[in-house]
């Protein structure tokens, strides 16, 4: 069989593709898996609706700035 990896935030995407398997990655870890309803779930209620208490915490926390991730100076600024 074929396996593809697609990382996307465009339903579009996953409505051409048909995914077996969805993964929803937040701060580095799979936190949501499913199938194409989730896909479904994501459009319809938003990550927040998705991973409920740990996308507040998330954006409470995040790092907005690659340099502040340790990733160096934002080259783009």
């Known amino acids: ?3 593809v990896l697609a990382i996307t935030h465009f339903a579009r995407l996953l409505e051409v593709l048909e995914p077996d398997r969805i ?3 937040s701060r580095g870890t799979i936190r949501v ?3 194409h ?3 479904e779930q994501l459009e319809a209620e938003g990550y927040a ?3 409920g208490d740990a996308a507040t ?3 409470e926390t995040r790092v907005g700035l690659p340099h502040a991730a340790g990733f ?3 080259p783009f600024a």
């Open 23 to 25: 993964h929803v990655l």
């Open 72 to 74: 160096g100076e934002d």
């Open 49 to 51: 609706g998705v991973l």
């Open 1 to 3: 069989g074929l396996g």
């Open 57 to 59: 915490e998330e954006s």
């Open 33 to 35: 898996t499913g199938g």
């Open 37 to 39: 309803e989730l896909a």
